[in-house]
């Protein structure tokens, strides 16, 4: 049996770093050669959570080809938002909590897709159902990935699965979840450590919507003042992204973690479109989202339904 890689999205998130270990190490137990890698580099929350729990962060790569023929994929689907060179390999396994966009294969695959708040949770359920036990450490980073995914059970694509996982690791990993998980979001959140071009990209994902190259990055904060205050270098970094990548329309949310009030960025075209998804009226390229806290469920689905109506 050849080895495999298991990684997760470009511009990893928590989830998305952690997904693959956990889901490496339960594929190890089941007799698979594989090993977790990341497409980019962690970011500050994900050092924070590897660093708290002593865990060395899996190495980075671009392709995937050069080493193997076949990987695993956890927290995407979507060929834009994989390894470069997805193509000239072979999926073999899919774990995943987003919509199916784009993706095909030439031969039968496993495929997992639920409509939870974290990968995580999901790979949670896999360990008791194939009745192999979570060592505690690897608990204590599933239980960072799901309180990052739904902001600390916050966000409305948690679900009870989600909040039964978070109770079952945190006993595993002897932690009280609600005042880690406060500490852990706002370590994620020092934004003064980063350039401008980092924060339009550190958690950006792209879509194509009715043929159009759409970006949409996340910002995570305890002070919108922090991000807004940037307001003019952030809409230079996110135009000059768009000119090199050829993205027709970028957003940029901004998210106060622990209110749950954001504030929408927006550059290129059609701006209409995001006006009609969100209901609002952009005031120099800028609108406030109150409860808008997920990029899955609260705004790819109306941005679509808007380009398609």
Request: charged content about 25%.
């Given at each position: 049996?050849?080895?495999?890689?298991?990684?997760?999205?470009?511009?990893?998130?928590?989830?998305?770093?952690?997904?693959?270990?956990?889901?490496?190490y339960?594929?190890?137990k089941?007799?698979?050669?594989?090993e977790?890698?990341?497409l980019?580099?962690?970011?500050?929350?994900t050092?924070f959570v590897?660093?708290h729990?002593?865990?060395?962060?899996?190495?980075?790569?671009?392709?995937?080809?050069?080493?193997?023929?076949?990987?695993?994929?956890?927290?995407?689907?979507?060929?834009?938002?994989s390894?470069?060179?997805?193509?000239?390999?072979?999926?073999?396994?899919?774990?995943?909590?987003?919509?199916?966009n784009?993706?095909?294969?030439?031969?039968?695959?496993?495929?997992?897709?639920?409509?939870?708040?974290?990968?995580s949770?999901?790979?949670?359920?896999?360990?008791?159902?194939?009745?192999?036990?979570?060592?505690?450490?690897?608990?204590?980073?599933?239980?960072?990935?799901?309180?990052?995914?739904?902001l600390?059970?916050?966000?409305?694509?948690?679900?009870?699965?989600?909040?039964?996982?978070v109770?079952?690791l945190?006993?595993?990993?002897?932690?009280?979840?609600?005042?880690?998980?406060?500490?852990?979001?706002?370590?994620?959140?020092?934004?003064?450590?980063?350039?401008?071009?980092?924060?339009?990209?550190?958690?950006?994902?792209?879509?194509?919507?009715?043929?159009?190259?759409?970006?949409?990055?996340?910002?995570?904060?305890?002070?919108?003042?922090?991000?807004?205050?940037r307001?003019?270098?952030?809409?230079?970094?996110?135009?000059?992204?768009?000119a090199?990548?050829?993205?027709?329309l970028?957003?940029?949310?901004?998210t106060?973690?622990?209110?749950?009030?954001?504030e929408?960025?927006v550059?290129?075209e059609?701006?209409?479109?995001?006006?009609?998804?969100?209901?609002?009226?952009?005031?120099?390229?800028r609108?406030?989202?109150?409860?808008?806290?997920?990029?899955?469920?609260?705004?790819?689905?109306?941005?679509q339904?808007?380009?398609?109506?």
């Amino acid at each position: 049996m050849s080895k495999e890689l298991v990684f997760g999205h470009k511009s990893p998130d928590t989830d998305a770093i952690v997904a693959a270990m956990a889901y490496a190490y339960l594929q190890t137990k089941l007799g698979h050669d594989v090993e977790a890698v990341a497409l980019g580099e962690p970011n500050m929350e994900t050092n924070f959570v590897l660093s708290h729990f002593g865990v060395a962060a899996p190495r980075v790569v671009k392709t995937v080809s050069n080493e193997v023929d076949s990987v695993m994929l956890v927290d995407h689907n979507e060929p834009q938002q994989s390894a470069d060179d997805i193509d000239k390999v072979t999926v073999t396994h899919v774990v995943d909590h987003h919509r199916i966009n784009g993706f095909n294969t030439a031969a039968p695959l496993y495929y997992r897709a639920e409509p939870v708040g974290c990968v995580s949770t999901i790979i949670t359920n896999m360990f008791a159902e194939n009745k192999i036990d979570i060592p505690a450490q690897l608990a204590g980073l599933m239980l960072s990935a799901i309180i990052s995914d739904t902001l600390l059970l916050k966000s409305p694509t948690t679900t009870d699965k989600d909040r039964e996982a978070v109770k079952a690791l945190a006993e595993i990993a002897d932690i009280d979840y609600e005042s880690y998980g406060i500490e852990m979001l706002k370590a994620g959140t020092n934004l003064s450590a980063k350039t401008d071009a980092e924060l339009v990209s550190a958690d950006a994902k792209s879509f194509t919507m009715a043929g159009k190259n759409v970006r949409i990055d996340q910002i995570n904060t305890v002070d919108l003042n922090d991000v807004i205050s940037r307001e003019d270098g952030i809409k230079k970094a996110m135009n000059d992204e768009a000119a090199a990548q050829g993205y027709d329309l970028f957003l940029v949310l901004a998210t106060n973690v622990l209110d749950s009030n954001s504030e929408l960025f927006v550059v290129g075209e059609p701006k209409d479109i995001v006006e009609k998804a969100f209901n609002t009226t952009l005031k120099n390229d800028r609108a406030n989202l109150p409860g808008v806290v997920s990029r899955k469920k609260q705004v790819v689905p109306p941005l679509q339904d808007a380009f398609e109506a």
